[in-house]
Each structure stands twice: as structure tokens, then as C-alpha cells.
């Protein structure tokens, strides 16, 4: 049985930073493209981040310079690093294994004055 805990989310305020960890079990975690997604209320759901299995990043224009996606596999755990953070950064962020429609139950960032 696959599963994918996130961990981290909290609410900061604007300029603050949080990291997020997404554990898995079930999977042979290191072969695998891993992503970070956000959906905010009323928005669909939008691509973050992805770390390839060889551990090369890709981020959304809108994060480039602030997050930082890293892995470490003896860890079976994918992080987001999220810094200079905006009201616009608001979203539960859910962790995904590529290619394979696991995901997790995500946790909630929240940023407010």
C-alpha cells in the first residue's frame, strides 16, 4: 500500500519561510520523479516544483528563486523549501509521484499579515 504524509504547513507571515516534507512508503522511492503541487480556494491546481529521480530540479515561474525542492532517498523523503513567502503562496501542497497517480492528503500553508 502506497502512502505519502506531508508535513510543515503552518501559518507564517509574509517574508517568513516554512519546509514542507513528504514521506513515502510502499514505493521504491528512488527511482521515481517526485512533485509538489498547490491548489489555493477557488483556483485549480497548480505544479510547484519536481525533482527528478537523479535529483535535478524544475520550478513554476512563480516560485523560481524562493522554494528549493531537494530529495534524500535513504529518507524515502521529498522536500520543499520555501522562503520569501507571499499571501499568494496560500494553498494546501500535496506531494506526487509522478507517472503514477499516488498522492498525498497534503498539508496547509497559510500566509497573512
Known amino acids: 500500500q502506497v502512502q505519502l504524509v506531508e508535513s510543515g504547513g503552518g501559518s507564517v507571515q509574509p517574508g517568513g519561510s516554512l519546509r514542507l516534507s513528504c514521506t513515502a512508503s510502499?514505493?521504491?522511492?528512488?527511482?521515481?520523479?517526485m512533485g509538489w503541487y498547490r491548489q489555493a480556494p477557488g483556483k485549480q491546481r497548480e505544479l510547484v516544483a519536481t525533482?527528478?529521480?537523479?535529483?535535478?530540479?524544475n520550478y513554476a515561474d512563480s516560485v523560481k528563486g524562493r522554494f528549493t525542492i531537494s530529495r534524500d532517498n535513504a529518507k524515502s523523503t521529498v522536500y520543499l523549501q520555501m522562503n520569501s513567502l507571499k499571501p499568494e503562496d496560500t494553498a494546501l501542497y500535496s506531494c506526487?509521484?509522478?507517472?503514477?497517480?499516488?498522492w498525498g492528503k497534503g498539508t496547509l500553508v497559510t500566509v497573512s499579515s
Open positions: 510502499g514505493i521504491i522511492f528512488s527511482i521515481y520523479c
Open positions: 525533482i527528478t529521480s537523479g535529483g535535478s530540479p
Open positions: 506526487y509521484v509522478w507517472g503514477t497517480g499516488y
